[in-house]
């Protein structure tokens, strides 16, 4: 099969599995959803949304997150992996947002990724989901189906990334990246499948008999 009909195949079987794509982290807007997606990494979007339901409830805005403290936001987020460098974090880039940004999240990569804990993956997330612009972060499930699906070598997340944006049409990008991670997570999971067990990787390498070993991210 050719790389033109499995995209084709993906396209078709994600919208058919996933027709709509809520954003998996809860927030209240463009700020909250910032912290939450910085908070969540190294842990699992249930625990950030657990812990993030009474930070957010006193502290929605930049302004509100700064004047909280560093102290008692690490009060609220304990529980998670690293949470003294995502406190710190997330206490400086609130100062940053409301001093140098008039308390309104800016809406450009470059302004974002020099926030405090904002890599290029969150700016991604950030400007596909508040801002609208079509972007395409790529995570550990989209890296790692990636390269199960033939799409790249899966050298880096950056190769990745610019892989799949020559691949996929520009409109879907927004949507395609969270399909791809409901899809790694429901059914093509690191221990769950391995390039020949789930649906998908079965359609598109029908005849694939040796497990995939994927590069990390």
Not at 88 to 103: A, G, M, V
Not at 185 to 202: F, M, P, V, W
Request: aromatic share 8%.
């Amino acid at each position: 099969m050719k790389k033109d009909e499995r995209i084709k195949i993906i396209i078709k079987r994600l919208e058919e599995i996933y027709p709509e794509t809520p954003i998996p982290l809860d927030h209240q807007n463009g700020f909250t959803l910032l912290v939450a997606v910085v908070l969540s990494a190294q842990s699992t979007d249930k625990k950030v949304n657990e812990l993030t339901k009474e930070l957010f409830k006193v502290a929605p805005s930049a302004e509100k997150m700064y004047k909280l403290g560093e102290n008692k936001i690490y009060n609220y987020i304990k529980q998670l992996g690293l949470a003294k460098t995502k406190a710190k974090n997330t206490h400086n880039l609130s100062k940053i947002i409301y001093e140098k940004f008039n308390n309104i999240v800016p809406n450009t990569f470059q302004e974002l990724e020099s926030l405090p804990g904002v890599g290029h993956k969150t700016a991604s997330v950030v400007m596909s989901q508040v801002f609208g612009v079509p972007s395409f972060p790529v995570d550990t499930h989209i890296h790692r189906l990636s390269q199960r699906w033939g799409l790249t070598s899966g050298k880096n997340v950056i190769q990745t990334e610019k892989d799949l944006k020559r691949l996929f049409p520009k409109k879907l990008w927004n949507k395609l990246h969270l399909q791809i991670i409901f899809y790694g997570r429901e059914y093509c999971s690191a221990r769950g499948c391995n390039g020949t067990i789930c649906n998908l990787c079965k359609e598109l390498y029908p005849n694939r008999k040796k497990a995939i070993i994927c590069i990390k991210a």
